[in-house]
C-alpha cells in the first residue's frame, strides 16, 4: 500500500472525540519513529519517583511500586507529532490522570500544569487539557514496556495534542497558577499545540 492509499483510508473517518481522524498535514507512520533533543536517559524503576507539586495543599511523591499499584487503563489512542507523522489505532497502557489527580488536593488557583521530566525536559499545558478523558501516565505500548527511547519507565500520553506533550522519562507535575512556557514552547513552538488547528509553532 502506498503512503498515499494509507493516508486515504482515513480521512472522513472520526475519532473516538468527534474529530477528523486524521489532522491537516498529517501522513500514517506504520513505526514509532524516535525523536529526541539531548541524551537519553536511563532511569531504573527501583529509582524511579514521581512528585505532585506546586498549587497543592500537600505535596505528593509516589515511586514505581506505589505507582503501579493505583488502578491501570488500557485505552486505544492516535498519536500526532509535529514533525508530520501520525500513528493510528495504538494500545497505551498506564494510570489514568484522574487516579493520580485523586492523590492531591489542588488548591483553587491550579489552572495550569508543568510537567517536568529526567533529563530536564519541560513542557507546559492548561489543566483542562491535562484532566481529560484520554491522558495516562503510560508505561506500556502496544502491549510491552515502553523502551528507554520511547520514554520509559514512564511517559505522559496526551493524544489531542501534538506529541511534544507527551512528555517522555516523566518526573514531576507542578500545578500552576499561571501558564508557562516549556522547552520547545520556549524555542519557538505552541503553548497549546493542537494537531486539529494546526498550532505547531509560536505564530501559528
Known sequence: MSLFERD???KGLKNSFGKDKMPQGQHVTLKFPVLTY???PTIKTTEWELRLD???EQPVTLDWQTFMALPQTTLTADFHCVTRWSMLDKTWTGVHISEILKLVRLTPEAKFVMAHCYGGYTTNMSLDVLNDDDVLLCHSWEGAPLTVEHGGPCRLLVPKRYAWKSAKWIHRLEFMANDSPGFWEQNGYSMTADPW???RYSDD
Open 8 to 10: 486515504s483510508q482515513f
Open 38 to 40: 539531548g541524551a537519553t
Open 54 to 56: 506546586g498549587l497543592v
Open 197 to 199: 488547528k494546526e498550532e
